[in-house]
């Protein structure tokens, strides 16, 4: 009897001993990854392309993220999402960093600390070609039909600054496309390069002569609330690639590569 005891005490421990060496080697596997939330409808920042046959995530963004995990020693993991679940997923933990084209304003800011801003860009108000008299300033959106990206800087932009517009959200930059050349809405508000990069696909489409700006300007990351680790480690990286002139090369490539989306 007490053979046994002790020969099952033994198996036991052995399991036990097995169950922890594969959580720690699940742990390690975790942790050397980096976790990166993106909304990959948004050239140049980030979008998909087809490479030898496969989906790919490009994007000056993903270079970016690409830069961050090589400093950190750790393999990149693109987890594409909608953009207005980027922050939840941040704070849920499914994943470690956002970089999306992001603006730091004071909501998201409730819900994230963000680094240093990467790169600024200009605003573009699209219109359908055959509109490009009908709009050309801001006082000319009175009842007009803008759509938007849900839960960007863009939102603001338009409510505040295209005067009694009637403001529309939608969860993907490729609908806002479709919505426009559909006439279901007559502009939409992008950040310029993404806008640019749509424009040259479709030749009905204009950026209009019409003049909005970000108060808030520019992109950053965002990461969990009180990661200061990380979040040291990001701007360190960003103040690196600034200096290399490495993020006006990422964004240089995009543009140019984003030359060849199609809708």
Not at 38 to 43: F, I, L, N, V
Not at 126 to 135: A, F
Request: aromatic share 6%.
């Amino acid at each position: 009897m007490m053979k046994k005891m002790l020969k099952k005490s033994f198996l036991l421990c052995v399991v036990g001993v097995l169950a922890l060496s594969f959580t720690a080697c699940v742990k390690q596997t975790e942790t050397d990854k980096l976790v990166v939330g993106t909304s990959a409808d948004y050239p140049p920042y980030e979008w998909h392309i087809m490479q030898n046959g496969e989906d790919k995530i490009v994007g000056f963004d993903i270079d970016i993220a690409q830069e961050i995990a090589k400093d950190m020693g750790k393999e990149l993991e693109i987890k594409d999402m909608n953009f207005s679940s980027l922050l939840g997923a941040l704070e849920a933990g499914k994943v470690d960093l956002v970089l999306a084209g992001m603006t730091p304003d004071d909501e998201k800011k409730k819900n994230a600390d963000f680094s240093d801003i990467y790169y600024t860009a200009e605003q573009g108000v699209i219109i359908r070609l055959e509109d490009k008299d009908k709009y050309k300033t801001v006082d000319d959106f009175q009842s007009v039909k803008v759509s938007v990206q849900q839960g960007t800087s863009q939102e603001k932009i338009a409510a505040e600054q295209l005067k009694g517009c009637q403001l529309k959200t939608l969860t993907k930059v490729g609908d806002l496309i479709l919505d426009l050349k559909a006439k279901k809405c007559d502009a939409i508000v992008l950040e310029l390069p993404v806008a640019k990069a749509y424009v040259e696909e479709n030749p009905d489409l204009i950026i209009s002569e019409v003049q909005v700006i970000d108060e808030v300007g520019g992109s950053a990351a965002a990461v969990k609330k009180g990661n200061t680790e990380l979040l040291e480690q990001v701007n360190k990286t960003l103040k690196r690639l600034a200096d290399e002139g490495k993020i006006d090369e990422f964004v240089a490539n995009a543009i140019k590569l984003s030359s060849g989306i199609s809708e």
